[in-house]
Structures are given as C-alpha cells and as structure tokens.
C-alpha cells in the first residue's frame, strides 16, 4: 500500500497516492462509492475495517504510521524515522500562534516556526511571529529554534502589495517602521542567545533569502531558488542600478 503511493507520487509528482486519496475521501465512503460502480473492494480492506481500523495512515506519538496489509498492524513509513514533519505535530497545542505563524514543539528541546500566511510572504505577523519565537526560545528550555515549513515555497519574500499601498498613500513614517522591523528581526536571529537553523524549498525570494543569510546555518533542499528580486519588480532606482551596471543607456 505505502509503496503504491509511494510509487506514483515519485512517478507521476502526485501531491497524494491513491491510498493517501481514499483517506481523504474516508474508507468507508470510499467503498460505498466502489460498490455503487459495481467495484469490488479488496479483501485485505474489508478484514481491515471490520478489525476496527478507519485510515491507511495514522498519527501516533509523532510519528507517522500505516496499515501493513501483512502483518495487520500499523507500522512507521520507512525512511522516515528522525525526520521531521509538520503535519504529526498538528494534533498538539502550538507553543505560540499568530495569523501568519504556528510555532511548534518538534521534540529534542527545538522549536519549529512555520510560516502560514498566504505564499508564505513576509508581513507582520511573520517578523512578529520570529521575535516571539527567539525570546520564547531564550527565555526557556530550548536549545534551538528552526524557522522552516512544508509548503510548496519557504516564502516568496517580502508582501509587495502591502509596501506599494504604503509607497502610494505616502505613509513613509510606517513604511519606514516596516523596513526596521524586518531589519530588527533578521538581526536578531543573526544575535540570537540560541541557535537558529533555516530549512528551506521552492522559492526563497527577498525578504526569505535575507533572512537566511543571518541565521547560523541553512539547510536547503536541492530545488530551492534563492535570490533578492528588487530590481525585477522595480523596488531598487533605476539609476542606482546603472550606477552598479556601468550602463549610460
């Protein structure tokens, strides 16, 4: 079962397997929709519905099982034993929240601070949300903090729509706030009494490639696209940056 979702997920980039699907569905319901085409269910799944069983897969104690048809018993997905994943924390209380962050207990006296807001871009519940989670991290038992999350992007960067309304409606005192807060908060992992380790994928744009550049390490995955973009989207002046191209046109 594992290795069919296992299989077509590596074969065919699924978000999910099939088996993984039938979960969502539900398996009873699942089946019901099998018998109503006239489909006939296996018979490892019936035996394992009527021993009481209600998912493939299962959460317990942080980690991660799934229903082994030959064995009849939940068994931990191969290869991921010491690796962390987000969604097997979700059933426990967060160490702290906000409406851009979830800070998380993943076990070893290290915390884990996802980010949630829409693209994972940087806003103010997010720089919040990092100050929070390193005086947390320092003023209690923990020996480090992890900024990373399972999104498809670590984060697209800094929220442009928020700096350009600012920009328009010529609010620079608050523009200039936003700019020191996010200053204020990469310093502070750079100065952190704790380490702070980032795990990265996807894009990591702007305000995500600075941020990572002053914690004390990094750790990304091989498709990740690390980069500043400001003068792609015409955030730098244009004539500073024909000063730095040696360009007259």
């Known amino acids: 079962m ?3 979702d296992t299989a077509l997920k590596a074969g065919f980039a699924w978000s999910y397997g099939p088996f993984e699907y039938w979960d969502i569905i539900g398996i009873k319901e699942g089946v019901e929709a099998a018998q109503e085409l006239g489909e006939e269910v296996a018979e490892w799944v019936t035996a394992m519905i009527a021993a009481g069983h209600s998912s ?3 959460v ?4 991660r099982l799934y229903y082994d048809s030959l064995s009849k018993q939940y068994q931990p997905l191969p290869g991921t034993i010491g690796l ?3 969604d097997n924390f979700r059933q426990n209380t967060p160490v702290f929240k906000n409406d851009e962050v979830i800070l998380h207990d993943i076990g070893d006296g290290v915390l884990c601070l996802e980010f949630t807001s829409k693209m994972n871009a940087i806003g103010e519940g997010i720089l919040t949300g990092i100050n929070q989670a390193i ?3 320092e003023e209690g038992p923990w020996r ?3 900024i990373g999350n399972q999104a498809k992007n670590f984060t697209v960067g800094a929220n442009l729509m928020m700096i350009g309304m600012l920009a328009f ?3 620079y005192d608050q523009l200039n706030m936003a700019v020191k807060l996010f200053q204020d908060s990469t310093m502070r992992c750079r100065y952190s009494k704790i380490p702070v380790v980032a795990a990265t994928q996807g894009y990591v744009f702007g305000g995500g490639c600075e941020t990572i550049m ?3 390490s990094a750790v990304c995955a091989a498709e990740s696209y690390i980069g500043l973009v400001e003068v792609g989207v015409g955030l730098i002046p244009w004539r500073w940056h024909q000063g730095i191209c040696g360009s007259n046109r």
């Open 144 to 146: 480090g903090l992890v």
């Open 56 to 58: 493939f897969y299962k």
């Open 84 to 86: 962390v994943n987000l």
């Open 2 to 4: 594992h290795s069919i």
């Open 135 to 137: 005086n947390i991290a």
């Open 169 to 171: 409606q010529q609010e």
């Open 214 to 216: 002053h914690c004390d």
């Open 60 to 63: 317990e104690n942080g980690v």
